[in-house]
């Protein structure tokens, strides 16, 4: 069914930036809510950022507030996440999901997801 795929993961220097995208294909539904989540190693998988279908409502984890922006376009089927200010605490795997009718910051609430992109902060 559905299939997202994440892109524009990479090593960066502290201090940095990078911009990671989603593309969704398949039987997805452009009213569903967007998000990201990354894990570290050892880690649980941890909230980073929600939106919702027409990007009127977002919400964002406390500890990206500030640094990271998540937007989407549907007419592209892609949701972004830019990242800057960049730090050793942002290193992990990052993963797009999609599912809920409204954005949550639960993971459990969402029900498709990519294989994650890398990203990972030198420091």
């Known amino acids: 069914q559905v299939h997202l795929e994440e892109s524009g993961g990479g090593l960066v220097q502290t201090g940095g930036s990078l911009r990671l995208s989603c593309v969704a294909s398949?039987?997805?539904?452009?009213?569903?809510?967007m998000a990201w989540f990354r894990q570290a190693p050892g880690k649980e998988r941890e909230f980073v950022a929600a939106?919702?279908?027409?990007?009127?409502?977002?919400l964002y984890a406390d500890s990206v507030k500030g640094r990271f922006t998540m937007n989407r376009d549907n007419a592209k089927n892609t949701v972004y996440l830019q990242m800057n200010g960049l730090n050793a605490e942002d290193t992990a795997v990052y993963y797009c999901?999609?599912?809920?009718?409204?954005?949550?910051?639960?993971?459990?609430?969402?029900?498709?997801w990519g294989r994650g992109a890398q990203v990972t902060v030198a420091s």
């Open positions: 939106i919702n279908w027409d990007s009127s409502k977002t």
């Open positions: 398949g039987q997805t539904l452009y009213y569903w809510a």
């Open positions: 999901a999609e599912g809920p009718p409204i954005p949550t910051t639960d993971k459990n609430d969402y029900n498709h």
